[in-house]
């Protein structure tokens, strides 16, 4: 069964960073990408950037450039997502996205998600 | 900047069939933007119905199907059920390797 585990809910204060991580389970991690999408309180999704974890490498959208770094480590199977310079409007709930079994890499199996307050 | 459009809301009947779609701003979708549709209720992660137009996830109903409405993208739900009821939004890939979410459709089933 294939199995996406992020990290727990975090609160951060404005200007920090936060990093998630997101376990894969039931397939070969290096074979799929793993996309980042963002959910404000209320709003829709918004697609962050994805990771290649064969190699590494990352492809970022305007919106968040500059902020986000995506990363694979595939010794543990987990790519991670980290925010930093993070403001109110970061709020939000984190997924990853597997591309399982898209060859295409679209995204396929969410993880449960991640709950991100930026609070002073 | 690309904008990916869909329909803010829609209602159903119970039994109905309803065609939600999506387009492009400032192009037609085609099939290389490899259009996918998710199901979201509150509180929930997505769920993916269709992915590269019209394949069918896993586990997804035949009630749900994906297709070309003219220059966009659509995803067809028939004989409505009450559960049918979420946001539903679509996401489509560009060449520049970034894919573009739809601000999303609310489905009412009335």
């Known amino acids: 069964e294939v199995q996406l585990v992020q990290s727990g809910a975090e609160v951060k204060e404005p200007g920090a960073t936060v990093k998630i991580s997101c376990k894969v389970s039931?397939?070969?991690?290096?074979?799929?990408?793993v996309h980042w999408v963002q959910q404000a309180p209320g709003k829709g999704l918004e697609w962050m950037g994805l990771?290649?974890?064969?190699?590494?490498?990352?492809i970022y959208t305007e919106n968040f450039q500059g902020r986000v770094t995506i990363s694979a480590d595939t010794s543990t199977d987990t790519a991670y997502m980290e925010l930093g310079s993070l403001r109110s409007e970061d709020t939000a709930v984190y997924y990853c996205?597997?591309?399982?079994?898209?060859?295409?890499?679209?995204?396929?199996?969410w993880g449960q998600g991640t709950l991100v307050t930026v609070s002073s | 900047q690309t904008v990916v459009t869909q329909e803010p809301s829609f209602s159903v009947s119970p039994g109905g069939t309803v065609t939600l779609t999506c387009g492009l701003s400032s192009d037609s979708v085609s099939t290389g933007h490899y259009p996918s549709w998710y199901q979201q209720t509150p509180g929930q992660a997505p769920r993916t119905l269709i992915y590269?137009?019209?394949v069918r996830s896993f586990g997804v109903p035949d009630r749900f199907s994906g297709s070309f409405l003219g220059n966009k993208a659509a995803l067809t739900i028939t004989g409505a059920q009450a559960d049918d009821e979420s946001d539903y939004y679509c996401v489509v890939y560009m060449s520049s390797g970034i894919w573009v979410f739809g601000g999303g459709t609310k489905l009412t089933v009335v």
């Open positions: 990771v290649d974890p064969e190699d590494g490498k990352t």
């Open positions: 996205v597997t591309a399982y079994p898209d060859i295409v890499g679209s995204l396929q199996l």
């Open positions: 590269s137009t019209d």
């Open positions: 039931g397939y070969t991690f290096t074979d799929y990408y």
